[in-house]
């Protein structure tokens, strides 16, 4: 009996001491993890940077499709000024197509334009 207790105790003495030189499988998925979110953190900085880019890029484009629009306004043609005047009087599309001898789609697309 005395043999049998000794030899357990020597064993559990023996495993104690392996396990300090034992490799931590938790605390390698603790570092993987902590690798996994590191990454996972820049990569998502590194996309609200250039989301935020790519949003100046939009407002500066939406900038100049505005001056453009705004330019293409002041150089209309005698026509386009025609149907203008002629719409603000309140008066038809098809009227204003018969006075300018114009289609009246194409009385409406003018319209829409402005």
Do not use: C, H
């Amino acid at each position: 009996m005395f043999y049998a207790i000794g030899t357990v105790i020597i064993i559990a003495i023996i495993l104690w001491v392996l396990s300090f030189f034992m490799q931590d499988k938790f605390k390698q998925l603790e570092d993987q993890l902590e690798q996994f979110s590191i990454s996972s953190l820049q990569e998502t900085y590194q996309l609200k940077k250039k989301i935020n880019i790519l949003e100046e890029e939009l407002l500066i484009d939406d900038f100049s499709v505005e001056q453009t629009i705004n330019s293409a306004n002041t150089q209309q043609s005698p026509i386009m000024r025609k149907v203008k005047d002629l719409y603000n009087q309140g008066q038809d599309t098809d009227y204003i197509a018969e006075q300018l001898n114009m289609n009246e789609y194409d009385v409406i697309s003018i319209i829409k334009q402005f």
